[in-house]
């Protein structure tokens, strides 16, 4: 199987088309598909009643063609039959209301009549499929959370959450403890009494929601696990993934990836609605950063965009050089394969201005050349740097539970945890250093800077993993709203804040301010800006301040500090500093940690990537600018060009990967 494919729907187009195809897609090199993620109602077209003649034909014309392909499990998308026949199955939103008919996901994961449908279909499609030496691997279900993200609030979910919390809780009485139940008299007699946090005459307790949304998470990985340990039964040699959604919340990817061979994402650099950000090219640089932290390994593309996006509204139309070069930007940060989504675009259905490598017309067009010169360019390549690492000294730590506890509270409505980090990402990535995402608990030897934004919810054993690191000679920065509160979302009241980090970060807090639609003055000596979203005014204890506001009361008081600790040292930062503030702080910090900072005066829209492996460095220029970037000879010198102009000129939208020996 070689490194390109595409999303395939045979279904969608009559059956002799499937020849053009195949021979327009061995003409660009395409090696595998994915294939019948929402195809239910072809397989089963009535209850029981499995068909699984057509894709076996499929497969035996692309076995024939010498292209693999993936099968996916098609539970995002129940058939009419079954929901007509158990309507209990669909989801209910936060306002009682039960979802209906005419798109997809619109399935309930706790129901357990629909996990027995589940179980009757994927176990025909792995009886079937599981030996097909021409089925390479597995997808399971389709973008968990996508249009799922905040249901199901049905009493079967109900019942499930009273069983989780029992599990959990053991007694009633810590239960009620944990959530802090005395409020608002919310004690509960009984596990049985427990009611879902859903729409509510006046506020929620929080502790119950963030237990809700790690319930959801675990409700889907039991989910996946039931199709997995399936599939496992019957196939032979076959992978299993999921293709995840970056930076999505409703279920806890660590978990989720601990039982696929590999995860997947879908990138779709254009945006899928109007709110997304748009070619916001540091932000999905972080998002493939973030999916290779999931399994600690490389992953798949299993969706790379290959046209305009569009359901009702459409996205922008990529200009010539851009498919091919989100492609680039995959394969520097780590995607094994590249998946296109999707091969033909559709005539019919919601998805009608999602667009493909082939318009309606089915008729190549520029995309198809462009996609064609990207596989030629990149395919050897990606068999050379497979299992390369990153050669990042900087990490950035991700957590799910800070996630959720800070979008249950923002304190700030501007404040979103995901932005927080892109603005960290950011302030590196325009420095044009590197940096992982990483887990709470992952591994830090390798850095030599860990940010760890917003380290609202802090557990003992993490604030330990923290000092060990720091003792040994790390780097670590924290920001404000850290150590604020135990895992049950309650806050801490032994000690001033910042909590467990008191003794790391050698300050305390006694007050502080939520800057609502204001902002803070902020002297840093050499520089000076402004701070936004929330204001700690810290009193340095054994640290030393970096930083002073200069408005409001607590005009002169510490804004920012820094603390010797163990053989390492820990930067605290009371606000959200704008961009320039931010970046000016972030480099001293590198030069602290020793951090080389080589690439800084390149052009702005000019991404760098390394790869490292045993023998060869492979160094990724990626210029996202719509003009001619240039590289100073400096930069190159010593390295061979690989893939790009000699003369260090990139086109608009071009890429360059250059080559060190060692
Ligand atoms: C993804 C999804 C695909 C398709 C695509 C375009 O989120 O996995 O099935 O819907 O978006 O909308």
Not at 196 to 207: I, Q, W
Not at 225 to 239: C, G, L, P, T, V
Not at 398 to 406: F, K, P, R, T, V
Not at 482 to 489: A, L, M
């Amino acid at each position: 199987m070689g490194n390109f494919g595409v999303c395939y729907y045979p279904e969608h187009w009559d059956e002799e088309r499937i020849e053009t195809d195949i021979s327009l897609m061995k003409d660009i090199g395409i090696s595998y598909v994915r294939l019948a993620e929402f195809s239910w109602h072809k397989m089963e077209p009535i209850e029981g009643q499995y068909d699984f003649k057509w894709l076996n034909d499929v497969v035996d014309k692309f076995a024939d063609a010498g292209i693999s392909c993936i099968i996916g499990t098609p539970t995002a998308a129940p058939p009419a039959w079954l929901m007509n026949k158990h309507p209990e199955i669909f989801p209910v939103n936060d306002m009682g209301v039960r979802v209906t008919f005419n798109g997809r996901h619109h399935d309930c994961q706790s129901n357990k009549t629909y996990r027995e449908y589940v179980k009757k279909i994927v176990t025909e499609m792995a009886k079937e499929f599981g030996h097909n030496e021409n089925v390479a691997g597995w997808q399971i279900d389709n973008e968990f959370g996508n249009g799922h993200g905040d249901l199901c609030y049905c009493d079967s979910c109900r019942q499930a959450f009273i069983e989780w919390l029992e599990e959990k809780y053991k007694t009633v009485d810590n239960l009620n403890k944990a959530w802090g139940c005395a409020f608002w008299s919310q004690e509960y007699n009984d596990f049985s009494e427990v009611f879902l946090p859903a729409h509510t005459a006046a506020g929620k307790n929080p502790s119950t929601e963030l237990d809700f949304k790690r319930f959801c998470s675990d409700l889907i990985v039991d989910f996946s696990k039931a199709q997995i340990d399936i599939i496992r039964q019957y196939s032979e040699n076959q992978f299993i993934t999921h293709n995840c959604m970056g930076f999505a919340d409703k279920v806890n990817y660590y978990d989720l990836a601990a039982d696929l061979d590999f995860v997947c994402h879908d990138q779709y650099p254009g945006g899928f609605y109007l709110q997304m950000p748009h070619e916001d090219n540091a932000f999905l640089a972080q998002t493939l950063e973030l999916m290779r932290s999931f399994k600690n390994k490389n992953f798949w593309i299993m969706e790379q965009q290959a046209g305009p996006t569009g359901w009702n509204i459409m996205g922008r139309t990529p200009a010539p050089g851009q498919l091919s070069l989100w492609t680039a930007q995959a394969i520097a940060h780590g995607a094994d394969k590249i998946t296109y989504f999707r091969w033909r675009t559709a005539t019919f259905g919601t998805e009608q201005y999602w667009h493909g490598i082939l318009p309606h017309s089915g008729k190549p067009g520029r995309r198809y050349d462009e996609i064609k010169y990207t596989i030629n360019r990149y395919d050897e390549l990606l068999d050379e740097i497979k299992d390369l690492e990153s050669d990042a000294k900087v990490a950035i730590v991700y957590s799910y539970d800070n996630y959720h506890a800070l979008n249950i509270q923002p304190h700030n409505p501007d404040l979103s945890y995901v932005g927080v980090l892109a603005d960290y990402y950011r302030a590196l990535y325009d420095l044009k250093i590197e940096a992982d995402m990483v887990s709470e608990m992952a591994d830090f030897s390798k850095y030599k800077l860990v940010i760890a934004p917003l380290q609202y919810i802090l557990k003992p054993e993490v604030k330990e993993h923290f000092d060990e690191y720091v003792k040994n000679g790390g780097h670590m920065c924290f920001t404000y709203r850290s150590g604020v509160k135990d895992e049950n979302n309650i806050c801490v009241s032994d000690c001033e804040l910042p909590g467990l980090l008191s003794e790391m970060t050698g300050i305390e807090i006694n007050d502080y301010d939520c800057l609502r639609e204001t902002e803070v003055t902020i002297d840093l000596g050499q520089y000076s800006g402004k701070g936004k979203l929330f204001a700690d005014i810290i009193t340095t204890k054994e640290a030393e301040r970096v930083g002073v506001y200069t408005n409001n009361y607590y005009s002169g008081e510490t804004a920012i500090s820094v603390n010797d600790y163990g053989k390492g040292l820990v930067y605290y930062i009371g606000c959200e500093l704008d961009d320039n503030l931010l970046n000016k702080l972030i480099y001293s910090m590198l030069l602290q940690a020793k951090i080389e900072v080589k690439y800084k005066e390149l052009d702005r829209g000019i991404e760098v990537v390394t790869r490292k492996g045993k023998d060869k460095t492979y160094i990724f220029f990626l210029n996202h600018n719509n003009y001619v970037a240039k590289l100073n000879k400096e930069l190159i010198e010593g390295i061979e060009v690989m893939i790009g102009e000699k003369n260090g000129l990139l086109e608009p939208f071009g890429t360059a990967v250059y080559v060190k020996e060692k």
